[in-house]
């Protein structure tokens, strides 16, 4: 299962979404990412179920804690082993643990203890899986083809959360949380033999430079000194946090207590969520078959300096009708900038530091970032959702704005 199976050299430029290779790869994570989606909805029902919506509320929060302190140390993990090896492991650890509780729930009704577990175990999973999977893309295809590949990813991502939510409801209603979790964990052990037959590309000796260090804090601190000192790679993340920032908040609290105070009602936010879906999935099929777009890090910074301008319009739509053509805008936006920063990162940092690249922007999005939901929901009750929208808007095109101010990251281009 580790082997080293190695992929054929740069020189063979083959179109991604042509190479068996990729598609593999794809699907062993489209359907970890479905088996992620119905994961979290076995968990959410396992979890009012057995107990009081607040024990509830901290079973869904469990995984957060060792996912954020841990994702850095994950990084030093993917580079020092290889990612295709740390994915294969995090996905047979993740699919064991979701089957043992399915298992418990089928025999018993154990209460609280293990639904925590289980998610205290994803989450430190998903401190090594997360910067794992966004280093083996560039191991799996050459590097003309990575933006290509981030939007087929992004296409998998967007399948997911279509195809997720109606699965764990089925299994949900089919036979409760337990064969729900039953069918996250077979779908998570689909990815396995598939990722056990992907090729890795193997690194040039020049590239190995900083992989497997004397110790790992050493490699940590390696890591984060070269994104530092690195030109465009140090901006790109000051960029991705900023736009995080001004775009979680809004699209996620804010757009509740928007349709609330508008009267749009659970359909109406629906909608709105839909024309974003359908914004970020034509940006991420725009990726996948142009596979390379000109003047990359103008286009993504152009990118979000728009998508926040529509944010800061989508606080002001009058009607329903409006805002999903808002929200479209905002999708296709921010998924064609998502795309770009993630293509950006990956052909301009080094592979073996690639793991810890991915670290750093991971904690970023999903470390940092979600801290903007409470304060959005405590200043909408304060000032209302216009205003919050619009300071929103402003955090998310200061992104924008270090995009085009610094040079280097300016004029960054994808390799041909």
């Known amino acids: 299962m580790t082997a080293a199976l190695l992929a ?11 190479d068996g290779n990729v598609l593999r790869w794809l699907v062993a994570y489209t359907s970890s990412m479905v088996g992620d989606s119905v994961y979290y909805i076995a968990l959410s029902w396992a979890a009012v179920r057995a107990g009081t919506p607040a024990e509830a509320g901290l079973v869904m929060t469990a995984s957060a804690v060792p996912r954020a302190l841990l994702m850095l140390g994950g990084g030093v993990i993917a580079d020092r082993f290889g990612p295709r090896r740390v994915v ?10 979701v089957l043992a509780v399915a298992g418990l729930l ?8 293990p639904l925590t577990a289980l998610a205290v175990v994803f989450g430190t999973v998903d401190a090594v899986f997360m910067p794992a999977v966004g280093a083996l893309p560039a191991r799996v ?15 998998g991502i967007r399948f997911a959360s279509v195809v997720g939510g109606p699965l764990g409801g089925l299994g949900v209603a089919v036979g409760g949380a337990a064969a729900a979790f039953g069918l996250a964990g077979l779908l998570i052990a689909v990815s396995v033999p598939l990722l056990v037959s992907v090729r890795m590309r193997d690194l040039a000796p020049d590239e190995k430079a900083g992989a497997g260090g004397d110790s790992a804090w050493r490699d940590l601190v390696a890591g984060l000194c070269y994104i530092r000192r690195h030109r465009v790679l140090a901006p790109l993340m000051v960029a991705i946090a900023l736009g995080d920032l001004g775009f979680v908040g809004p699209l996620n609290v804010g757009l509740v207590l928007l349709a609330d105070e508008r009267g749009w009602g659970a359909a109406g936010m629906g909608w709105v969520l839909a024309g974003f879906g359908i914004g970020a999935g034509a940006a991420s099929l725009l990726l996948t078959v142009r596979g390379r777009l000109p003047h990359a890090g103008q286009v993504a910074a152009y990118a979000i300096l728009a998508g ?20 479209l805008f905002i999708g296709l936006l921010a998924g064609l900038s998502g795309a770009l920063c993630g293509a950006l990162l990956q052909t301009h940092a080094d592979s073996a530091y690639l793991g810890r690249a991915t670290a750093v922007s991971s904690l970023v999005s999903l470390g940092l970032t979600p801290l903007s ?5 405590a200043a909408i009750g304060a000032w209302g959702t216009g205003p919050v929208f619009v300071v929103s808007a402003a955090v998310c095109g200061l992104g924008g704005v270090v995009a085009l101010g610094v040079r280097d990251l300016r004029r960054a281009e994808l390799p041909r």
Do not use: K, Y
């Open 8 to 18: 054929p050299a740069d020189g063979t430029d083959r179109p991604a979404h042509r």
């Open 106 to 113: 089928f025999a018993a009704d154990p209460g609280l203890w």
């Open 308 to 327: 926040s301008v529509a944010i800061g319009a989508l606080g002001h739509a009058p009607t329903v009708v409006t805002a999903v053509v808002v929200a």
């Open 373 to 377: 939901m409470p304060l959005s929901a």
């Open 88 to 97: 294969i492991g995090s996905d047979v650890v993740r699919c064991a643990a």
């Open 141 to 155: 295809t050459s590097r003309g083809q990575l933006a290509r590949v981030q939007g087929m990813r992004g296409l």
